[in-house]
């Protein structure tokens, strides 16, 4: 069985910064396997970042240089930063968690949290 809880999302206004957490529960795990998207209202749930079996992350193109995965292993943490936030970036955020190799397609995963509420607005 495997449990994700993300955390972390709120508030912020353009330009500004949020850290977003995932905490995987699971006897068995890799961080190779964690990945996230996100939904904004009236859209489809996208890619946003996930990493690779084979090693590194890839990000979706609306985020890459602005966004960053990091895992802390001991904590069973995955963390996305978030950086010069615009409003297109509301949506809520979900952590999920595959098997498989194919990290940008959302049907690989097995497993989703919850998700988190982002919202950038003046």
């Known amino acids: 069985q495997v449990q994700l809880v993300e955390s972390g999302g709120g508030l912020v206004h353009p330009g500004g910064s949020l850290r977003l957490s995932c905490v995987i529960s699971?006897?068995?795990?890799?961080?190779?396997?964690m990945g996230w998207f996100r939904q904004a209202p009236g859209k489809e749930r996208e890619f946003v970042a996930a990493?690779?079996?084979?090693?590194?992350?890839d990000y979706a193109d609306p985020v890459k240089d602005r966004f960053t995965c990091y895992t802390d292993r001991p904590k069973k943490t995955m963390y996305l930063q978030m950086n010069s936030l615009k409003p297109e970036d509301t949506a809520i955020y979900y952590c999920?968690?595959?098997?498989?190799?194919?990290?940008?397609?959302?049907?690989?995963?097995?497993?989703w949290g919850q998700g988190t509420q982002v919202t950038v607005s003046s």
């Open positions: 999920a968690y595959r098997i498989t190799s194919d990290g940008r397609n959302e049907a690989s995963y097995d497993y």
């Open positions: 699971a006897d068995i795990w890799s961080i190779s396997g």
């Open positions: 990493n690779r079996w084979t090693g590194g992350t």
